[in-house]
């Protein structure tokens, strides 16, 4: 059984934990809607959109307005990104960190226990 356990833990098993980053990285990107994002980028805030009057003041104001909405929608839309990308950093690291300790711990469990009775 020890076998067994060693055999799927530095195979089948380290396989799948460094093919667990395209899930994650789908995951990441699906929760934070990266790809709908991205597509509406400048689009206006809440779909905010002042219809243009007949005169020029008019046309005027509606164009200030909805220039000013589509700014809010890109700050918006560009810091949710950026949380998106930062959060996505984060799981790269994480996920490394992970492939490279996952051989290191079974070794690590009866070390530790040697060094807690030691100490």
Do not use: C
Request: a positive charge; charged letters at 15%.
């Amino acid at each position: 059984m020890l076998l067994a356990f060693f055999s799927w833990w530095y195979g089948r098993g380290w396989k799948h934990v460094a093919n667990s980053f395209g899930p994650r990285w789908r995951g990441v990107t699906e929760s934070f809607s990266v790809n709908q994002l991205l597509h509406t980028l400048f689009s206006p805030w809440r779909r905010i959109i002042t219809e243009p009057g007949r005169s020029l003041e008019d046309r005027f104001h509606a164009w200030v307005d909805n220039l000013f909405s589509r700014m809010i929608g890109f700050v918006v839309r560009l810091g949710v990104l950026l949380a998106a990308a930062v959060t996505l950093l984060v799981v790269m690291v994480l996920t490394l960190v992970e492939v490279i300790a996952w051989p290191l711990l079974p070794p690590a469990i009866p070390a530790l226990l040697i060094a807690g009775l030691v100490l």
